[in-house]
């Protein structure tokens, strides 16, 4: 993980709680489940679209795509939003919780984390009156500061359009710093032939408020799949289930019937269950193989860790109705190029999500996907062309970042280009030494246990400029590394996302640290106790830190431990004590 915690060796450490929110994003991005886009009609609760299921027909092939005026890749779009100040406070404080009920196959409830709220909307001098805007994003994206936007244009007019679409999608790189990895990564799968958003760049103020940067990306609607697929009347699925039996009925269909048809999952499942030597055959009959492969060795290649194969998460899947085959659609991938360090699985292979790992285990599809990677490496993975790619996204956003960001902006830009230059020689080191080793079973690729870590804090309230204002222990073993010391730093407040924060640094013999950071979602639970950690009241993870190369990487998510605080209260300068365990997982 190239992100730097800009710890310096002095109790002043003004710019970490920064950092420190943006690895909680990362982390948290891994367990967000995705988190559903699918609108629930406001009167009645019903799947999709709006009242009397509108279509979302593009353009005919006769006609131009007013569309592409929100595209252009020169150009950063204006966009403008005033809505009613209460309803904006009230958006920004909506949670998308990880528990919060979604509409899937086997349910369809009619709650909704995210409410639409009536704005109007200037993109590039045209206004639209009367939209519905509403927050988007999870636990990675989630931000009650600078919150990713959903504009549905006919959600309180039938029929009402902006440049000819229905909805427009801004997503706050809450993840990405650079700005620039979700165009480049949805510009590089285009490149290999898999059906993909478009993506550009949009300026967004709301009420007056400057939000800078945001990407805009195309929605994945029955306009989106007419552009790549010569029948658009297939059904379309959003990540939530895994290809297997028992969790199809998980998968977020993204359709007006109610219930929906999802009859097209099981053959999927079912082909999956064939013998290694009838793999291929059997999916083949329902999975375009040609396509998956490419699709699964680009998000290697591009280091898509919370994607499919690494996660089973941020992905869509399209039914093609014309070949009665299942093509993968990228989505979320907003953590790209980031090369993390993996302890104990190979760089070149993802294998969490079950079609992955049953055809990495198969001797003759493991061969198709190891060709698969060598083969994109040689062409769409073209440096030269990347890199000028990046030289030109640098160049259009730089007048646009906050001038005391300027430094962090151009730093993280860089760590993109280091990895687009570093990864073709990483990964072929492992292949051309002969086939990775995938080490886990099928039920075990997942969440990948490093061991456990406990401690202790005792510090203040209001003191995150100050990582050494209390004082703190920790124990256990991670990832082979004993994190036993008593010469601890501790300080805790409130993070950018108005939640309580605590952060424990202790310093191991090589110099380097172990950091814990523990999220208390609700600042109303900062008070004596104890909380499980359960990524929906506390999130926590673990990592170290070099100061030598002011770099973090390793650990994971900490599960299954919790929180037990003997003192805490919101008050500034009020004590903060307690204690904290959990294991390590990484993904």
């Known amino acids: 993980m190239r992100r730097a915690l800009p710890l310096p060796p002095t109790s002043a450490m003004p710019a970490f709680v920064h950092v420190s929110a943006l690895l909680l994003a990362l982390f948290a991005a891994a367990c967000s489940g995705g988190g559903s886009d699918k609108e629930l009609a406001p009167d009645a609760g019903l799947l999709g679209g709006d009242a009397g299921q509108e279509a979302d027909a593009g353009p005919t092939d006769s006609e131009s795509d007013p569309s592409d005026a929100l595209f252009e890749p020169n150009h950063i779009l204006e966009v403008s939003i005033s809505l009613n100040p209460s309803d904006w406070a009230t958006l920004r404080s909506q949670v998308n919780a990880i528990d919060t009920p979604k509409v899937t196959c ?47 244009a006919s959600e309180f007019v039938q029929g009402q359009r902006i440049f000819g679409t229905k909805m427009i999608t801004l997503n706050n790189n809450r993840q990405d ?27 967004v103020t709301v009420n007056g408020e400057d939000l800078g940067i945001y990407s805009n990306v195309e929605s994945i609607k029955k306009s989106m799949i007419k552009r790549h697929f010569a029948d658009d009347s297939g059904h379309i699925y959003e990540s939530g289930g895994d290809f297997r039996v028992q969790s199809i009925d998980e998968f977020q ?16 499942a079912t082909a999956l ?33 919370d994607g499919y194969a690494n996660n089973r998460n941020n992905f869509y899947f399209y039914h093609d109705p014309t070949s009665n085959k299942m093509h993968m659609i990228p989505w979320g991938i907003d ?16 294998a969490c999500g079950r079609m992955a790992w049953k055809l990495y285990d198969a001797p003759q599809t493991q061969a198709m996907y190891l060709s698969k990677l060598e083969q994109l490496l040689g062409s769409v993975w073209d ?67 490093l061991g456990t870590v406990s401690g202790s804090f005792d510090t203040s309230w209001d003191t995150l400029d100050n ?64 909380l499980n950690i359960d990524l929906v009241n506390v999130f926590a993870m673990m990592t170290f830190y070099d100061p030598a190369t002011d770099s973090a990487h390793g650990g994971g998510l900490m599960l299954r431990g919790n929180v037990s605080f003997t003192s805490a209260s919101t008050v500034p300068g009020a004590p903060i004590v307690g204690t904290f365990t959990g294991e390590v997982v990484e993904i």
């Open 467 to 530: 990582f050494a204002a209390g004082t703190g222990t920790m124990s256990g073993v991670v990832a082979g590394t004993d994190l036993s010391s008593t010469t601890g730093f501790t300080s805790a407040g409130i993070n950018p996302d108005n939640q309580g924060l605590v952060q424990v640094f202790v310093q191991l013999p090589d110099a380097s640290y172990a950091v814990v950071l523990l999220v208390i979602r609700d600042l109303a639970n900062v008070q004596p106790g104890t």
């Open 383 to 449: 440096e030269g062309s990347i890199l000028s790619e990046i030289n030109r996204m640098e160049t259009l956003l730089a007048p646009y970042v906050d001038p005391q960001h300027t430094g962090s902006f151009a730093a993280n830009v860089q760590g993109v280009r280091d990895f687009v230059s570093s990864r073709r020689g990483d990964l072929l080191a492992e292949v051309q030494a002969g086939p990775p080793e995938w080490p886990y079973a099928e039920d075990e690729s997942c969440l990948i246990s």
């Open 335 to 350: 953590a790209l190029f980031e090369g993390r360090e993996r302890s104990t699985r190979p760089k070149s292979v993802f």
């Open 106 to 152: 086997a349910s369809q409830p009619t709650e909704r984390a995210y409410d639409y709220f009536a704005a109007e909307v200037t993109i590039d001098g045209l206004t639209t009156s009367n939209v519905g805007i509403r927050k988007k994003g999870s636990l990675g994206s989630g931000s009650t500061t600078r919150p990713g936007l959903k504009i549905k």
């Open 253 to 268: 269909p993204k359709e007006d019937a109610v219930p929906p048809d999802c009859s097209d999952l099981a053959p999927i």
């Open 177 to 203: 710093e650079s700005y620039i990895s979700q165009c480049l990564g949805y510009g590089l799968f285009q490149n290999a032939g898999i059906p993909s958003s478009r993506c550009s760049f949009a300026h």
């Open 273 to 305: 269950d064939a013998p290694p030597d009838q793999l291929l055959s059997q999916l083949g009959e329902v999975v375009d193989m040609d396509s998956f492969m490419t699709y699964w060795a680009m998000e290697v290649i591009m280091d898509h860790w």
